[in-house]
C-alpha cells in the first residue's frame, strides 16, 4: 500500500501559494500590512484591495493620489452658495460619485428631514445623475447626531457600496469615528454638509475634520446638464485643485477642466502606478521581490 | 350591589337594593361602583396573568380565564399551578376562587359555585359528575332562566340532565342547551383572549426578584437563545418579538421589537433588544420574564456559498439587520426606498415605500430634466414677469431676491383629473406650467406657475425644486 503515503507527501503544485510555505490567509495579512504601510505614508489608497473610484472625468480623476478617489475613506461634500443651504448641486456631484460606488452595494442616503414625508431628495434628480434609485435605500434624520449614528451603523454593514448622510455641525472627533469606521469596514462614508443658516456655514466649513478629500461644488450659469465649479479643498496625499465640470444633456461624457496645471504631476504619478504594481507581486511573487519594493512603499 | 365579607355576614347580599340593605345595617358604608375601573384592573390582571398563559381573557366582569393547555408542566402540576395563581393574587388582597376543568363552562362554574376554597381540579371525564352537585346559576345563564328552573324544582345541574332537550329548549330558549353542551364538553367553545397568543414564546421565573440592568441583559440573552433555537427549529424567524416582565407589584413591563425580515439569529435580535432594554423599569423587582415571538415567517435560508439568482434577496438578508437597527432607534417610518410612479405631477412620481420591499425590477423612466431636491410642499414666490405668460425675471423666495438670467420651459403637467379631488385638490387640479430657470449665482431653480393665464387675474408661481 504505497499509494496513500505516496499521495500525503505529495508536494502541492508550485503555483499553489502553500507551496512556498504561505498559508492561505497570509495574502490578507499581506495586503492589509501594505495598506497600513501606505496609510503611512498618506499614500492615498486606504485598502490594498480596493481600487480608488473614478469618475470617468480622466482630468480629476489623475489628479487624485492614486488614480481615484479612495475607498474606505471618508469625504467631505459641501456645496457653496444658497445651496450651503439647499444642497442640491452637491448632492449632484455627490450623486456621481456614489453611482460609481453602486457596484459595489446599495447606497445609503441619510437625508435631514423630520420624516419620510419630508424627505426632499428626488430620486428622478438623482437617477439623471446616474444614481440607480434601485439601490437606494433613504433614511430621515432629524438632527446632526442621529444622522452620524446612522452613518457609522451603515459603515458597518459590509455589504453596503457607500453611505452619505447630510450633516450640518461635524468636529474632528464625529469625522474621525466616521473615518475609522469606513475604514475598518471598507464602506466608502460621504459627508454633505448641509448648514440650516448659512451664516454659520463659513465658520464650520473651516474647521478641520478628518476627511480624506473636501470638496466644494458651485452652480455655475451654464445650459448644460451639469455645470459646477468643483474645488478640491483638502486631499491626503494629494494637491488642492479646481476644475469645471461640465456634461450635456443627454450625454454620457463628464468633461473637467482643471483651473490650475498640475506641478506635481511627477509626484501623483509615481504614486499611482504604486498599488498597481504590488497587486500582481503580492499575488505570487517571490519575497525577494517584495523586498525590493518595501522602500519604494515607505517613500510613496 | 356588591358586598364585602363582613357586609355578608350581616345578611347583606349582593344585588339587594341599597335601601334594603341599608334598613338591615343603617350605618352601611355605601361606595358608588367604578366599573371603569374595575374593567380597567381586571384588564391590567389578566396582562399580568399572562405570564401563566399567554391566553388569558377578562371574563364576565370579574373573573379571568386562562386556557393553560400545554402550561401545566412549568408548574410541575395543575394543582401547583392552581396553588400558585391562587396565592399570589391573595397576597395581593384580591378575595379570589378558582378551578381548573377541561371545559371553559365547567371551570366558570365550579370557580363560583364550588364550596372547595383552595380552588377545585375537575379531571378530564369527571365534568358531568362534578357540575350536577352545582346550581343551574353555575350555567352562566340569565337571572330569568334561573328562576324557571327553580320554579320548576330544577334547583341543580345534575337536575337537568334526564330532562328532555326538546322540552327544555321549548320552555327556556336554545342558550340553556348551548351552555349545558358547553359546560359538559359536548358544544365547542373558544376563549377570546386578551391579547392574540403568540407563536413561539419562552418564558424563565426567578427565585428571587431582579432588577439590576446586568441581570435583565442576561435573562434577556437566555430568552433569546432559547426562543431562537425554538423558531430555528420550526424554520421560523421573527418579525416582530415581545418582551415582558412581570414585577413583584403585579405591573407588567413590556418593549416590542420589529425585524425587517423574519429572522431567528440570536446575536441580531438580542443586539435589537439591548439597545431599548432600559425601557423596561424593572420597579420592586421583577420575578418572570417572557420573551413571545408574536409574528413569525418562514425563513428562507440563504446557503452560505450559493450564488442566489435574485440578486435583490441577498442584499436584502445583509442589509436587514442594517435595517432592523435603524428603524429600532429612528422608527421603521424614517427608511425608505423610492419607487417610481406613473404620474404627471412631480410630487407624485415618486413613492417612498419600506426599504426592503421587493421593487428592484421595476424600471425608472427617463423624464425631462427634475432637480436633486424636490420641496415636499411647492413653495409659493413673488415672480417679476413681463409678459405673464413667460418665465420671471425675477423671483423672491425665503426673502431672497434672484435675478433670472436664463430660463427653459415650459414643461407642461396637466391634472389628473381622474384622481379624487381632496384636501389639496386646487393644487393638484390645477394646470402647471414648469420652467427651469437660473439666477445669475448659477443656482438653478424649478419654478411652476398654477393654472393657466387668464387675462387679468394674477398669476400665482411656486417654487418646486433645485437642480444640481
Known amino acids: 500500500m504505497p499509494e496513500p503515503e505516496a499521495l500525503a507527501v505529495k508536494p502541492n503544485p508550485p503555483a499553489d501559494p502553500r507551496a512556498a510555505g504561505i498559508k492561505p490567509f497570509s495574502l490578507n495579512t499581506l495586503r492589509d500590512q501594505v495598506a497600513r504601510l501606505e496609510r503611512a505614508g498618506s499614500a492615498g489608497s486606504r485598502h490594498g484591495k480596493l481600487r480608488p473610484v473614478t469618475l470617468g472625468a480622466p482630468a480629476l480623476d489623475q489628479h487624485l493620489p492614486g488614480g481615484g478617489l479612495p475607498r474606505a475613506a471618508l469625504h467631505e461634500v459641501a456645496g457653496a452658495g444658497a445651496d450651503r443651504e439647499q444642497g442640491a448641486a452637491a448632492a449632484g456631484f455627490a450623486a456621481l460619485w456614489l453611482a460609481k460606488l453602486q457596484a459595489a452595494g446599495p447606497v445609503l442616503w441619510i437625508v435631514r428631514a423630520a420624516g419620510r414625508a419630508a424627505i426632499d431628495l428626488h430620486a428622478h434628480g438623482l437617477n439623471q445623475h446616474r444614481l440607480d434609485p434601485r439601490r437606494l435605500i433613504l433614511v430621515a434624520a432629524r438632527r446632526d447626531d442621529e444622522a452620524l449614528w446612522a452613518m457609522e451603523e451603515g459603515l458597518k454593514a459590509k455589504s453596503l457600496g457607500a453611505v452619505l448622510g447630510e450633516v450640518e455641525k461635524l468636529d474632528l472627533t464625529a469625522s474621525r469615528r466616521l473615518q475609522l469606521a469606513a475604514e475598518s469596514s471598507g464602506v466608502t462614508a460621504f459627508v454633505l454638509r448641509r448648514w440650516r443658516v448659512t451664516e454659520r456655514a463659513d465658520r464650520d466649513a473651516a474647521q478641520p475634520i478628518a476627511a480624506v478629500t473636501r470638496w466644494k461644488v458651485t452652480a455655475l450659469p451654464t445650459a448644460h446638464e451639469i455645470g459646477w465649479r468643483v474645488e478640491l479643498t483638502r486631499c491626503r496625499g494629494g494637491r488642492p485643485n479646481t476644475w469645471i465640470m461640465e456634461r450635456a444633456h443627454g450625454s454620457d461624457e463628464l468633461h473637467a477642466e482643471p483651473q490650475h496645471p498640475e506641478p506635481q504631476q511627477a509626484e501623483s504619478q509615481r504614486v499611482t502606478p504604486l498599488s498597481g504594481d504590488l497587486a500582481p507581486l503580492l499575488g505570487g511573487g517571490s519575497p525577494a521581490a517584495g523586498a525590493s519594493h518595501g522602500p519604494a512603499v515607505r517613500t510613496g | ?468
Open chain 2, 1 to 468: 350591589m356588591a358586598a364585602d365579607p363582613r357586609a355578608l355576614a350581616c345578611g347583606i347580599a349582593p344585588g339587594q337594593g341599597v335601601a334594603d340593605a341599608q334598613a338591615l345595617m343603617p350605618d352601611l358604608l355605601v361606595l358608588q361602583a367604578d366599573r371603569g375601573g374595575d374593567l380597567a384592573a381586571l384588564h391590567k390582571l389578566a396582562e399580568w396573568a399572562t405570564r401563566f398563559s399567554p391566553l388569558v381573557a377578562p371574563d364576565s366582569g370579574d373573573g379571568l380565564m386562562l386556557d393553560i393547555t400545554g402550561c401545566a408542566h412549568l408548574w410541575k402540576g395543575e394543582e401547583k399551578l392552581l396553588a400558585d395563581v391562587l396565592r399570589r393574587l391573595r397576597s395581593h388582597g384580591f378575595d379570589v376562587a378558582g378551578a381548573i376543568a377541561g371545559t371553559i363552562g365547567a371551570a366558570w362554574a365550579a370557580a363560583r359555585f364550588s364550596q372547595c376554597k383552595d380552588g377545585s381540579i375537575i379531571p378530564a371525564g369527571a365534568v358531568s359528575g362534578a357540575l350536577a352537585a352545582l346550581p343551574v346559576q353555575a350555567l352562566r345563564i340569565d337571572a330569568a332562566t334561573a328562576d324557571g328552573l327553580q320554579r320548576l324544582g330544577l334547583r341543580k345541574i345534575g337536575d337537568l340532565y334526564p330532562m328532555k332537550r326538546a322540552g327544555l329548549a321549548q320552555r327556556f330558549g336554545t342558550a340553556l342547551l348551548t351552555r349545558l353542551d358547553q359546560a359538559l364538553g359536548c358544544a365547542a367553545e373558544t376563549l377570546s383572549p386578551l391579547l392574540p397568543p403568540p407563536e413561539h414564546r419562552v418564558g424563565l421565573g426567578f427565585g428571587e426578584p431582579i432588577s439590576a440592568p446586568e441581570s435583565l441583559r442576561r435573562v434577556s440573552e437566555i430568552l433569546v437563545e432559547r426562543l431562537a433555537r425554538e423558531l430555528a427549529a420550526h424554520q421560523r424567524g421573527a418579525r416582530a418579538l415581545k418582551l415582558c416582565a412581570y414585577r413583584l407589584d403585579n405591573a407588567v413591563s413590556t418593549l416590542t421589537i420589529g425585524t425587517a425580515r423574519a429572522s431567528a439569529e440570536p446575536r441580531h435580535l438580542f443586539h435589537l433588544i439591548a439597545e431599548k432594554l432600559e425601557r423596561i423599569d424593572p420597579g420592586p423587582g421583577i420575578e418572570f420574564m417572557s420573551l413571545a415571538a408574536e409574528r413569525t415567517e418562514v425563513v428562507t435560508a440563504l446557503q452560505p456559498g450559493m450564488i442566489d439568482p435574485d440578486e435583490a434577496a441577498v442584499s436584502a438578508a445583509d442589509l436587514a439587520p442594517l435595517m432592523d437597527r435603524l428603524a429600532n432607534r429612528l422608527g421603521a417610518e424614517r427608511l425608505a426606498r423610492p419607487v417610481p410612479v406613473e404620474s404627471h405631477v412631480p410630487e407624485r412620481a415618486v413613492k417612498l415605500v419600506e426599504p426592503l420591499s421587493d421593487h428592484k425590477k421595476i424600471q425608472w423612466p427617463k423624464l425631462p430634466p427634475r432637480p436633486t431636491r424636490l420641496l415636499p410642499n411647492p413653495e409659493p414666490i413673488e415672480v417679476m414677469a413681463p409678459v405673464p405668460d413667460d418665465p420671471p425675471i425675477t423671483f423672491r423666495w425665503r426673502r431672497i431676491l434672484h435675478r433670472v438670467t436664463w430660463a427653459e420651459g415650459p414643461e407642461r403637467v396637466a391634472p389628473e383629473w381622474w384622481r379624487p379631488a381632496s384636501a389639496d385638490a386646487n393644487e393638484s387640479l390645477e394646470t402647471r406650467d414648469y420652467y427651469r430657470i437660473q439666477d445669475e449665482s448659477g443656482g438653478r431653480y424649478w419654478v411652476y406657475r398654477a393654472g393657466l393665464y387668464q387675462g387679468g387675474k394674477q398669476p400665482r408661481w411656486f417654487l418646486h425644486g433645485v437642480f444640481a
